[in-house]
């Protein structure tokens, strides 16, 4: 415990002002020198720490107060390619924050944000939360990014009731447990959902927090148009409190940006409450940023249409129940299932437990980690093939044959079944499907 303490006060010396170069004490206490991390290109930040990432960078907040709009993802991974929308459609560039650790080097996370300038030397940020960290870290700083954040934006994809439930309630322990300064959050669902609505009045209640949900967007421009809406009447409202409020112009550097200033939001924009103008010191600057016209957006991962999703056809769900079936019976499988890659709605079971859903809910997130990992390594993006090894089972996910659109998620007994064999007898399944062509 004494060395973690040590490690956090060591950090707090090295961090709670900017780790950059100065030439004397004036220069490193002036006020323009709070920023987060040091400058080392054009497009890339370093900040030095001693501690964890997520620490860190609240201490960096705690300090600094910068005003900032967090980005997040709930069942999707849409934040960064809106980030990159908006920097293409503004001429802006996609800047990153990376967070090593001092005296190795080492990288341990990396924030991608976009910058508007401000006025009087000021900047607005806006982050998406998706670090490149493990798995605690990453949870971790996207805490930390929404608790500080003036604006928290989550974009929600086509996610099970109970899938939505828990991500929400996991959101809304963060918020109660705290420190969690932010009190506006703005919900972009990506696809029509019911339950999405009585989610958001449950997070909101008692935290003093203000929930809106937008109706559901299909294109960065929609996505852009309510955040830049939302942000404009925030900053009246923190006007109108008497606080100094210096505007700035982020026209965007393309032609396709609309003429219309941000104090014209869309009609179906949400109107927050102003946060506290303390909770974020007396001299807050809350720039302008302008709506934009973009391109659509391109596919998103584990994002269904807003249509009403097809149930599939009879003879599909008894070809796929038969298939399933007669996996089970191979020697130690537990459970197996087909899902849709694009909803990750299960079409049919075999197994006990876990049930349908869990199992599908579980390879829909297993798929999305290993595609991603895929693209930041260059690897591409096509639907993997993967054979994993945990402390009691084997996981197997692959394509279904002749139904792209479909996978397989199995559950094995380690103790039961042979890895490299189970695979072969799973891929000697495929001749079920040479009679069930179409």
């Not at 987060?36 to 620490?55: K, M």
């Not at 809106?82 to 800047?95: E, F």
Request: charged share 20%; hydrophobic share 45%.
């Amino acid at each position: 415990m004494n060395e973690l303490l040590d490690g956090w006060q060591a950090t707090r010396a090295q961090t709670v002002l900017a780790t950059r170069f100065v030439g004397n004490k004036d220069e490193y206490l002036a006020p323009d020198a709070k920023d987060i991390g040091r400058a080392v290109g054009a497009t890339l930040r370093e900040l030095f720490v001693s501690c964890d990432p997520a620490p860190a960078l609240l201490q960096q907040f705690d300090h600094a107060r910068p005003e900032f709009i967090a980005v997040h993802d709930i069942g999707t991974a849409a934040s960064r390619k809106l980030l990159a929308d908006v920097a293409a459609a503004t001429g802006l560039a996609v800047k990153k924050l990376a967070i090593r650790r001092q005296g190795y080097g080492t990288t341990l996370a990396t924030l991608e944000f976009i910058e508007f300038p401000a006025g009087e030397g000021g900047s607005l940020r806006i982050y998406s939360t998706e670090a490149d960290a493990d798995t605690v870290a990453r949870h971790d700083l996207a805490r930390v990014l929404l608790a500080y954040s003036r604006l928290g934006v989550l974009m929600v994809g086509d996610l099970p009731g109970h899938s939505l439930a828990a991500a929400f309630n996991s959101l809304r322990s963060d918020i109660v447990t705290g420190p969690w300064q932010n009190r506006d959050l703005l919900l972009l669902p990506l696809a029509s959902t019911g339950a999405l609505a009585a989610q958001s009045v449950d997070l909101g209640r008692g935290t003093g927090v203000t929930v809106r949900t937008t109706p559901a967007v299909q294109r960065p421009s929609d996505a852009w148009n309510f955040i830049s809406g939302t942000w404009s009447r925030l900053r009246a409202q923190i006007a109108a409190t008497g606080l100094v409020v210096p505007a700035i112009s982020a026209a965007p550097a393309t032609s396709a940006a609309p003429a219309n200033r941000a104090d014209s939001a869309p009609k179906n924009a949400t109107t927050p409450t102003a946060a506290p103008a303390a909770a974020f010191g007396p001299h807050a600057v809350t720039p302008t940023i302008e709506p934009l016209s973009l391109k659509p957006m391109p596919p998103l991962p584990q994002t269904a249409a807003t249509t009403p999703r097809a149930q599939p056809d009879d003879a599909l769900a008894a070809q796929m129940s038969h298939y399933v079936e007669q996996l089970h019976k191979l020697n130690g499988m537990l459970d197996c299932c087909v899902f849709e890659v694009a909803s990750g709605r299960p079409v049919a079971h075999a197994g006990e437990m876990p049930d349908a859903d869990a199992l599908a809910s579980a390879a829909t997130t297993l798929l999305g980690a290993i595609v991603r990992t895929g693209r930041r390594l260059g690897l591409g993006a096509e639907l993997p093939e993967a054979a994993i090894t945990l402390d009691a089972r084997h996981l197997v996910l692959r394509g279904v044959p002749r139904h792209p659109a479909l996978m397989l998620h199995a559950v094995l007994d380690k103790q039961h079944a042979n890895l490299t064999l189970a695979r072969l007898q799973i891929q000697r399944m495929d001749d079920l499907f040479d009679d069930h062509r179409g």
